[in-house]
C-alpha cells in the first residue's frame, strides 16, 4: 500500500498560468519549490555546490520546456524528474573526473567521517552517501519528500514493485549501517 502524497503547498493553476507566459506565477514556483529541491539535490550529490548548480539548472530546464507540462499533470513530479536526472547527471561528471585523477590527489571533503564529530545528522547524511543512486532517490522521495510510490514511478520511471523494493533495501542498509555507527559510538 503507498503511502497518500504529502499536501502541496502549490496551486494547481500556478504551473498552468507559468506555462501560459506569466513570469510572476514561475517565480513563485521557484520559490515554493525551491527549499524541497534543494534538500533532495543536497541529500542526492552530498555537497551544497552541485546541489545547487543542479537545482538552478532545474529551474532553467523547467522553464524552457514548460510547453511540455501536461495541462492535467502534477507539476511536483514532473519537477522532480528533472531534479532527479540532473543529480544523476552530477554524480557522473564527478565519477568521470574522479576516474582521471590519480588515486589520492584530492580528498572529497565533502563526506563527512566518524572522526569528524558525534553530529547524528552527519552520520545519516555518510550512510545515505554510501547508498546507490536508485536507492538513495528512491528512499529520499518517498521518505524525504513524502511522494507516493506512483509519483516517483511517474519521477523515476520505474515500476511500483521496484520502487518499493528500493526503498525497503535503502531502509535495510541504513537501519544496519547507523546501528553500526551507534554501537561504535558507545
Same mark, same amino acid.
Request: glycine share 4%; net charge neutral; charged share 30%.
Given at each position: 500500500?503507498?503511502?497518500?502524497?504529502?499536501?502541496?503547498?502549490?496551486?494547481?493553476?500556478?504551473?498552468?498560468?507559468?506555462?501560459?507566459?506569466?513570469?510572476?506565477?514561475?517565480?513563485?514556483?521557484?520559490?515554493?519549490?525551491?527549499?524541497?529541491?534543494?534538500?533532495?539535490?543536497?541529500?542526492?550529490?552530498?555537497?551544497?555546490?552541485?546541489?545547487?548548480?543542479?537545482?538552478?539548472?532545474?529551474?532553467?530546464?523547467?522553464?524552457?520546456?514548460?510547453?511540455?507540462?501536461?495541462?492535467?499533470?502534477?507539476?511536483?513530479?514532473? /519537477?522532480?524528474?528533472?531534479?532527479?536526472?540532473?543529480? #544523476?547527471?552530477?554524480?557522473?561528471? &564527478?565519477? *568521470?573526473? $574522479? +576516474? =582521471?585523477?590519480?588515486?589520492?590527489?584530492?580528498?572529497?571533503?565533502?563526506?563527512?567521517?566518524?572522526?569528524?564529530?558525534?553530529?547524528?545528522?552527519?552520520?545519516?547524511?555518510?550512510?545515505?552517501?554510501?547508498?546507490?543512486?536508485?536507492?538513495?532517490?528512491?528512499?529520499?522521495?518517498?521518505?524525504?519528500?513524502?511522494?507516493?510510490?506512483?509519483?516517483?514511478?511517474?519521477?523515476?520511471?520505474?515500476? /511500483?514493485?521496484?520502487?518499493?523494493?528500493?526503498?525497503? #533495501?535503502?531502509?535495510?542498509?541504513? &537501519?544496519? *549501517?547507523? $546501528? +553500526? =555507527?551507534?554501537?561504535?559510538?558507545?
Amino acid at each position: 500500500m503507498s503511502s497518500p502524497p504529502a499536501s502541496s503547498p502549490i496551486d494547481p493553476s500556478l504551473p498552468l498560468r507559468a506555462k501560459a507566459g506569466d513570469r510572476h506565477a514561475f517565480a513563485q514556483l521557484v520559490e515554493l519549490c525551491y527549499p524541497r529541491s534543494l534538500r533532495f539535490a543536497l541529500h542526492m550529490v552530498g555537497n551544497r555546490e552541485d546541489a545547487e548548480e543542479a537545482v538552478q539548472d532545474t529551474f532553467v530546464r523547467v522553464y524552457h520546456h514548460l510547453g511540455r507540462f501536461r495541462d492535467d499533470g502534477r507539476f511536483e513530479p514532473w /519537477l522532480f524528474r528533472i531534479l532527479a536526472n540532473r543529480c #544523476r547527471t552530477v554524480l557522473a561528471k &564527478r565519477r *568521470r573526473h $574522479a +576516474e =582521471v585523477i590519480q588515486y589520492g590527489d584530492v580528498p572529497d571533503h565533502d563526506v563527512p567521517t566518524v572522526a569528524e564529530g558525534p553530529d547524528w545528522m552527519e552520520e545519516i547524511h555518510k550512510v545515505l552517501a554510501t547508498l546507490p543512486v536508485a536507492q538513495r532517490e528512491a528512499f529520499l522521495l518517498h521518505h524525504v519528500e513524502e511522494l507516493a510510490y506512483e509519483e516517483i514511478a511517474a519521477v523515476t520511471g520505474v515500476r /511500483l514493485s521496484a520502487l518499493r523494493m528500493r526503498v525497503k #533495501r535503502a531502509c535495510d542498509v541504513l &537501519r544496519v *549501517r547507523l $546501528a +553500526e =555507527v551507534r554501537r561504535d559510538d558507545r
